[in-house]
């Protein structure tokens, strides 16, 4: 069995100074570990952009940070609640021109969006099964165990896979691949894995060491 070690559980959420404290947390426990240099960076810079996507969803997500090592794999945890107004979203989405939330570009801010608005997402999954699905769909459609209203979970792992299988072509599969390859956190972690439960969300980044 692995002998895991880990730093403490910080509380992070809608206070940047518990964002930046539980950076400080992550890089005191990094030199505990006496890694090489160029795995140390990567790993900053994993654990920047994962409580990067905490700023973004600031007044709606509140959970638990922290970090922790089995000797192979080095793993980057948030575990919380995500609360929002769906409606107050609504209202300012229909303030633009198209409807369309301007801010949700790139992978990380991909990953957000299906914490939001994970109930939205399994709804219209269930409803596709069986049909033919869109990327939409798709981004969301990597699951494990069985399919229930109330739990889901997604892998970047499996996601890359059908991008990278050639399952499906056109404009949105190119997007998504090219969102992939100028993401930080596609690059340098060796899978991410979302799982989703009523309101608790966890995130766990995975790298190897």
Do not use: P
Not at 100 to 107: E, I, L
Not at 119 to 132: I, K, P, Q, R, T
Not at 136 to 158: E, K, L, N, P
């Amino acid at each position: 069995m692995a002998n895991i070690t880990g730093s403490r559980r910080l509380e992070v959420g809608n206070d940047n100074s518990k964002v930046s404290a539980a950076m400080n947390e992550a890089e005191n426990f990094l030199k505990e570990l006496n890694l090489d240099e160029k795995t140390t960076l990567r790993i900053r810079l994993l654990t920047e952009e994962v409580l990067e996507m905490v700023k973004t969803m600031v007044g709606e997500f509140k959970g638990e940070f922290w970090v922790e090592s089995t000797g192979k794999e080095f793993r980057i945890h948030l575990d919380g609640t995500a609360e929002i107004d769906l409606e107050k979203e609504r209202e300012l989405l229909s303030a633009s021109k198209d409807g369309v939330n301007v801010s949700v570009k790139g992978f990380g801010a991909k990953i957000s969006r299906f914490i939001r608005h994970h109930s939205e997402y399994m709804d219209e999954l269930l409803d596709a099964m069986g049909e033919s699905t869109t990327a939409d769909f798709m981004y969301v459609g990597a699951m494990d165990g069985c399919i229930s209203q109330t739990s889901m979970a997604w892998s970047m792992m499996q996601y890359k896979q059908y991008l990278e299988s050639g399952q499906e072509q056109g404009q949105q599969i190119e997007e998504d691949l090219d969102e992939l390859e100028k993401s930080i956190l596609a690059n340098l972690a060796d899978d991410i894995k979302v799982g989703v439960k009523d309101d608790d969300i966890t995130i766990t980044v995975i790298k190897k060491i």
